[in-house]
């Protein structure tokens, strides 16, 4: 694993991936004692001021602070994405040990129910469950780990598998181990690279997710801001003050970018057969 980091650490994009990230999120654990305006307080007074030394990034059409509602929408784009990715790697890591350790019927069984999930295209269940559990933060969460957690059983299975028969399972067989901690201290532990790989990939596709849900109005909802949402309320006044939807826009862009290359980067140094032959272009 050693070599591994070194990798990483020598990889210029990995570590700027990684710079950049930790920022943001240092920034959205700040936010609420940083000298920023009110992300919430309106002031028709100053709407859609240009950008400046008063206002950064300029203010929206209610007079609120863009610079304001950016950093503090890390706390609900970002924050949030990690926690639906969070959950639905527990989930579907769980799940799908224990598919691999049960074997047989039981694991047949399993994998049919992840089919039927997985029958549907991820976006169009997560806007099925949101719409019929209404819009909120806690309802969008949920809806993107129903819809994602299968496709995670399914590739956690097909990577425990070949821990299944280890020397190291088997004894804790015999031992009388319980299932539970063996799927725990054992099996997952040895997927927990090419785990990590899949999240790191797939945290992108979830910030699109959550703010394309927050952009149609069933994510989170105003007054709090959410890039998402920050694009939609400027797409009302885009044909004459377009710079409002640049901020948003593009902190959506660079996030998304700054995972997808640190995936490529961590899969390159973790994975030996992409990392004999350079770095990778294709996703995971």
Same mark, same amino acid.
């Given at each position: 694993?050693?070599?591994?980091?070194?990798?990483?650490?020598?990889?210029? +994009?990995?570590? *700027?991936?990684? #710079?950049? %990230? @930790?920022?943001?999120? &240092?920034? =959205?654990?700040?936010?609420?004692?940083?000298?920023?305006?009110?992300?919430?307080?309106?002031?028709?007074?100053?709407?859609?001021?240009?950008?400046?030394?008063?206002?950064?990034?300029?203010?929206?059409?209610?007079?609120?602070?863009?610079?304001?509602?950016?950093?503090?929408?890390?706390?609900?784009?970002?924050?949030? +994405?990690?926690? *639906?990715?969070? #959950?639905? %790697? @527990?989930?579907?890591? &769980?799940? =799908?040990?224990?598919?691999?350790?049960?074997?047989?019927?039981?694991?047949?069984?399993?994998?049919?129910?992840?089919?039927?999930?997985?029958?549907?295209?991820?976006?169009?269940?997560?806007?099925?469950?949101?719409?019929?559990?209404?819009?909120?933060?806690?309802?969008?969460?949920?809806?993107?780990?129903?819809?994602?957690?299968?496709?995670?059983?399914?590739?956690?299975?097909?990577?425990?598998?070949?821990?299944?028969?280890?020397?190291?399972?088997?004894?804790?067989?015999?031992?009388?181990?319980?299932?539970?901690?063996?799927?725990?201290?054992?099996?997952?532990?040895?997927?927990?690279?090419?785990?990590?790989?899949?999240?790191?990939?797939?945290?992108?596709?979830?910030?699109?997710?959550?703010?394309?849900?927050?952009?149609?109005?069933?994510?989170?909802?105003?007054?709090?801001?959410?890039?998402?949402?920050?694009?939609?309320?400027?797409?009302?006044?885009?044909?004459?003050?377009?710079?409002?939807?640049?901020?948003?826009?593009?902190?959506?862009?660079?996030?998304?970018?700054?995972?997808?290359?640190?995936?490529?980067?961590?899969?390159?140094?973790?994975?030996?057969?992409?990392?004999?032959?350079?770095?990778?272009?294709?996703?995971?």
């Amino acid at each position: 694993m050693a070599p591994a980091y070194r990798k990483i650490l020598s990889s210029p +994009s990995a570590m *700027a991936c990684i #710079g950049f %990230l @930790a920022f943001l999120s &240092l920034l =959205g654990l700040l936010a609420p004692v940083l000298p920023l305006q009110s992300p919430t307080e309106v002031n028709l007074a100053q709407k859609l001021a240009p950008w400046g030394a008063g206002h950064l990034f300029g203010t929206d059409q209610l007079g609120r602070d863009v610079l304001s509602r950016l950093i503090f929408g890390i706390r609900t784009t970002l924050f949030w +994405s990690l926690a *639906a990715m969070a #959950g639905t %790697l @527990a989930a579907g890591a &769980l799940y =799908g040990a224990a598919s691999a350790f049960f074997r047989g019927r039981t694991d047949s069984v399993m994998m049919r129910i992840c089919d039927v999930f997985m029958s549907f295209p991820s976006e169009v269940l997560t806007l099925a469950i949101v719409g019929l559990m209404g819009p909120g933060i806690m309802n969008m969460v949920l809806a993107c780990i129903l819809a994602k957690w299968a496709w995670y059983a399914r590739m956690t299975r097909g990577i425990v598998r070949r821990y299944t028969s280890c020397g190291y399972t088997d004894f804790a067989r015999v031992a009388g181990a319980r299932p539970l901690a063996i799927i725990t201290g054992h099996l997952l532990p040895g997927a927990a690279g090419e785990l990590l790989v899949l999240c790191t990939v797939d945290a992108g596709s979830v910030i699109l997710l959550i703010s394309t849900l927050s952009f149609l109005g069933l994510g989170v909802q105003p007054p709090d801001p959410e890039w998402g949402m920050m694009l939609a309320e400027a797409k009302e006044v885009l044909s004459l003050y377009p710079w409002q939807m640049v901020p948003p826009g593009l902190t959506v862009m660079a996030t998304v970018a700054a995972f997808n290359y640190l995936g490529d980067a961590l899969r390159d140094a973790l994975d030996p057969k992409h990392a004999v032959g350079g770095t990778s272009h294709d996703a995971a």
